[in-house]
């Protein structure tokens, strides 16, 4: 069955285990006449994962007179299980009581009869099994599509999804993750199916399933070893029968820290025993006060609880039905069973099986198992970044849903409506159960269930007038937030197993702000374009919310349609600014401006930047400065200013910022829209005094402000003194040397061996027309020519980061790269013994320093560069020691002055004749040059950079270890 298409309802429920089941019948009994469809992938409405177990050994782990579905009517699964006789005889079960731990299935048909008589008294009740894998607003309601793209609206939808298969283990070779003897879908029958009873198996984790699943090996009469392994080693605790006590902990001011908290328990406990009172009973009158204490924790306390404490609690706290106990210690007993504590190091998929390394706790070096299948009972998997299901990945793309800060599930409001990646509370989409585990922390059986269940359904009834008032997020103290504003987010992409996975970007800007970004009190707001669907946009390489949020910074992607962004990004900032700024308009990007540019301009350019803004006023979060980054946002600071009058701000521009006549070359209206949006910030920040003084220039020639060159400042329209310094980029000696220490740099080492066999020139640079490869190759090529002794002598090895593929001006450029690049290789191969250009073609950070660092020569002849950091990196990497050609367009020139060898860059000859002259350089000169460079760095480092411009605003260094501030004189 599928969704009927074009059908309105005012509830879609997805998921119909106990959850989204109740969900229902309360709904049914409140308002019969809604329109409520009820959508389930799996054939059975109401039992879920948990009861829709076929094994009758699998029993509940709350006792028959404390699971009624319903929170107000205690006894009535046990009147149900009275009508039910016949049925709980058929399973073996003699008598029950309401302290009886019974089957699981008998649950699963109380709640389908449940869940079918709600159906049957509620007229606007339908049902459909089918898999829902988008949920996207449109107007005032919400669309549904299923996997065959049959679409449903409805006002608002319930995400009942329970929960979901435990993650993959993370292990340095994770080969085993796709071998069939490696079963991660504990709760499915055709888990058990696939295991012979000879079979020696090894399950992961020691909690309920692995129990579940122990108990159905028995049942099997399974001979094989089962090997259990799990961090402590320590099984659930049984649970006994103990009078309840009255609640110790009601009156008592809540516990600051997780320490204290636990103090107190133990203490109680201690008490409790002199008494004869059990420990069960202490920790089970906390319950109904464990869901406020968690939200009165801070987010450090809570981490405390996860890492330290969650696994003794877990046990102790989701207790199991004694009987269970004791057939799993006749196997421990009789010596099938084997439970170690400690950690599996690997699993090699070997043809006999599976081969385990363990480390155990207390043992030394590793021990070796071997296990026809490794069964993962890890526990559901809860961050949501983590999860495969479309629907999931979906609505993270959509910036719909956002995970908690412990990646325990996902952020919701207090009525249960799931909250967005700007920390707005939702009216439309709701949610329950263990998806609410990092808000609540108790959230995951039915006592808290049932009750959630109720009180959302009374929720979706009411009509909320007017937008709920959006809470501010991570405001420290009073004095608000610094905002980072970039196009670009903290992740990149790399292209793994047959796709694009994000990861930290490492190199360039944002590798310079990121530093900041980990403070508490900075939030990072980018773009990201709003795709059609997550999987397509990650081929197509669009950037979506769900690929930069991450739990350690407060990032804030701001989405934009599909076609606003490829306007703002592409068609101007890209083609157009760039372009420009490189002085290559007329030869790469745009020729001329028609009417396309100018609606890219108005409609997406100018659109972006407002969107930023109104971004930034709806997160709610107080500023306390701006730092804005680069080309793709110089309107951003005006229009900041009109909005945030008192606030300061600081624009800096990455690439060179051109003269006024270069700037004549795009309308007066644009000029003027850059010059004045830039003249918004307090400080204006660029790379070095060649872009410092065109800015002024253009200040003075194009908008006839008055400009003081000496104090290099311009008196605004407005009356305000804007500030023009200049802050040169710089890199992170430190992360430089990290990333050479790492294995993945030894790895590299080991691969790049085979190609250091000779003289080495380099590149290392983005394939982009202002790198200005093309002039690099011919000029290597030159020097073969006029050098014939040095054909097999030397390699230039190219390191070639793919950039901006979407645009075709770079796909042309690309080819071009590549076909001088062969004309070098044919044309020379033969006489080397090996083409003497080798291309890598990849974004692989590692490998390129570890090429920095081995190398004769860097040629980094860019046609014109805001800075070049690949020659600051070089110069901390390079062992040999190298050479360095620098172009004298470069930003980095400035700064290296004589120890490097400067070019011009259109210069093929001087370029040839450079190489030449870095090759043979004797080794004291070589020296020399590397040191000066090098103690230049280390006294202007990227924190420096970072630090000037906060001390520029008047904002005190937000790390203790920075170094202190060095004024240099540009
Ligand atoms: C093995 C096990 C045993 C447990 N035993 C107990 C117990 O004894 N006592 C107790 O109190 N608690 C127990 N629990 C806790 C349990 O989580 C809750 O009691 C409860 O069953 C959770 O129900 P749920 O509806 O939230 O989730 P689930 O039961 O997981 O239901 C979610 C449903 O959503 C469906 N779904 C998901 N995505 C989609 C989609 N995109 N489209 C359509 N359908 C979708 C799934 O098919 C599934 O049926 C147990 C949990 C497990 C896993």
């Avoid at 109401?46 to 929170?71: D, M, Q, R």
């Avoid at 989701?318 to 057939?327: G, I, K, T």
């Amino acid at each position: 069955m599928h969704l009927r298409e074009n059908q309105h309802y005012d509830v879609a429920i997805i998921g119909a285990g106990f959850s989204g089941s109740m969900v229902a019948a309360h709904l049914s009994r409140l308002a019969p006449r809604l329109r409520v469809l009820v959508v389930e992938r799996e054939g059975a409405f109401g039992p879920g994962v948990a009861y829709g177990t076929t094994s009758p050994e699998h029993l509940l782990n709350v006792p028959a007179g404390k699971i009624s579905a319903f929170a107000d009517a205690p006894g009535h699964f046990l009147d149900w299980l009275g009508e039910h006789r016949a049925a709980v005889a058929a399973l073996g079960v003699a008598g029950f009581s309401g302290d009886s731990f019974l089957p699981r299935i008998l649950y699963g048909r109380y709640l389908r009869d449940l869940f079918h008589q709600a159906k049957q008294s509620a007229p606007g009740f339908e049902t459909v099994q089918d898999e829902i894998i988008d949920v996207e607003p449109e107007g005032d309601h919400l669309v549904l599509t299923d996997q065959e793209g049959n679409r449903i609206t409805a006002a608002k939808v319930v995400l009942a999804l329970g929960n979901f298969a435990p993650g993959d283990p993370p292990a340095k070779d994770r080969s085993f993750h796709r071998s069939p003897r490696y079963l991660n879908a504990p709760w499915s029958a055709a888990t058990l199916r696939q295991i012979s009873p000879e079979d020696d198996i090894l399950i992961l984790g020691a909690g309920l399933t692995a129990l579940d699943l122990i108990l159905s090996l028995g049942a099997k009469k399974s001979t094989g070893k089962i090997h259990v392994v799990s961090r402590h080693g320590l099984f659930p605790q049984p649970h006994r029968t103990h009078t309840p006590q009255p609640d110790w902990f009601c009156e008592r001011e809540l516990p600051q820290s997780i320490r204290a908290m636990f103090r107190l328990i133990r203490r109680e406990i201690r008490i409790g025993a002199a008494k004869g009172v059990d420990w069960r009973a202490i920790i089970d009158a906390l319950r109904p006060h464990t869901q406020r204490y968690w939200r009165s924790l801070n987010l450090e306390e809570r981490r405390r609880f996860m890492r330290h404490v969650r696994p003794v609690w877990e046990p102790h706290r989701h207790r199991v039905a004694p009987q269970v106990l004791a057939a799993k210690d006749q196997m421990l007993q009789r010596g099938q069973l084997v439970n170690h504590a400690g950690r599996v190091s690997r699993i090699i998929d070997v043809p006999e099986g599976l081969e385990v390394k363990l480390v155990e706790r207390g043992k030394p070096g590793e021990s070796t198992l071997r296990a026809a299948f490794v069964l993962n009972c890890t526990g559901p998997e809860c961050n949501y970044y983590k999860l495969k299901e479309p629907l999931v990945v979906n609505l993270l793309a959509r910036g719909l849903i956002h995970p908690d800060p412990l990646f325990l599930g996902l952020m919701t409001a207090a009525n249960g409506a799931v909250v967005n990646y700007l920390g707005q509370p939702s009216e439309k989409i709701f949610t329950l159960g263990s998806v609410q585990k990092g808000m609540r922390f108790e959230t995951t059986a039915v006592p808290e269930l049932r009750i959630q269940a109720e009180a959302l359904a009374a929720e979706l009834l009411k009509k909320r007038p007017g937008l709920p008032a959006c809470p501010p997020r991570r405001e420290i103290g009073d004095s608000g937030n610094i905002l980072l504003v970039s196009n670009r987010g903290p992740n990149d992409f790399v292209w793994q197993d047959r796709c694009w996975v994000p990861r930290p970007a490492s190199g360039g800007l944002v590798s310079m702000i990121e530093p900041l970004s980990r403070q508490p009190d900075v939030t990072w707001f980018c773009c990201v374009s709003e795709p059609t669907a997550a999987n397509s946009a990650r081929e197509a390489l669009w950037t979506t919310a769900a690929d930069q949020t991450d739990a350690e910074r407060h990032v804030v992607p701001v989405p934009l349609p599909a076609r606003i962004y490829q306007a703002y990004y592409g068609a101007i900032s890209n083609e157009v600014l760039w372009m420009l700024q490189h002085h290559l308009a007329g030869q790469f990007g745009y020729s001329s401006l028609d009417a396309n540019r100018h609606h890219a301009w108005n409609q997406g350019y100018l659109e972006a930047n407002r969107r930023m803004v109104v971004a930034i006023r709806a997160s709610g979060i107080k500023p306390r400065a701006f730092l804005i980054q680069d080309y793709h946002f110089y309107p951003l600071p005006g229009l900041l200013r009109q909005v945030f009058p008192d606030i300061p701000s600081l624009h800096f521009t990455h690439i060179p910022f051109p003269d006024a006549a270069t700037l004549k070359l795009i309308p007066q209206s644009w000029r003027e829209a850059i010059l004045h949006g830039l003249l918004g910030a307090d400080v204006i920040g660029m790379q070095t005094q060649w872009d410092a003084r065109p800015f002024l220039g253009c200040c003075d020639e194009l908008l006839g402000l008055s400009v003081d060159y000496p104090r290099s400042a311009v008196l605004a329209p407005d009356g305000r003194i804007v500030k023009v310094q200049v802050f040169p980029a710089s890199v992170a000696p430190g992360e430089v040397r990290r990333v050479l220490r790492s294995p993945e740099a030894g790895t590299a080492r080991e691969r790049l061996a085979a190609h250091l066999d000779k003289l080495t020139i380099i590149r290392v640079d983005r394939l982009d027309p202002s790198k200005n490869q093309i002039i690099g190759f011919e000029a290597f090529g030159r020097l073969l020519e006029t050098r014939p002794d040095l054909r097999g002598n030397v390699r230039f090895l190219a390191f070639l980061v793919p950039s901006r593929t979407d645009l075709g001006v770079y796909r042309e450029y690309r080819d071009a790269v590549f076909s001088t690049i062969s004309k070098v290789n044919s044309r020379y191969a033969g006489e080397c013994g090996f083409e003497p250009i080798s291309v890598f073609y990849t974004n692989d950070r590692e490998q390129a320093l570890v090429a920095m660092e081995q190398c004769d020569v860097l040629l980094a002849n860019s046609r014109e560069d805001g800075m070049n950091l690949v020659v600051k990196e070089w110069a901390i990497a390079s062992e040999r020691p190298g050479v360095a050609i620098v172009a004298e367009t470069a930003g980095v020139a400035a700064e290296f002055g004589a120890s490097a060898l400067q070019i011009s860059p259109l210069d093929i000859e001087g370029t040839a004749e450079a190489m030449r002259w870095a090759l043979e350089m004797p080794a004291a000169e070589r020296q020399a040059r590397i040191e000066r460079l090098r103690s230049k760095i280390e006294s202007w480092t990227a924190q420096h950079w970072l630090s000037a411009q906060l001390e520029a605003l008047n904002i005190e260094r937000l790390w203790p270890e920075a170094h202190p501030v060095i004024r240099r004189a540009a």
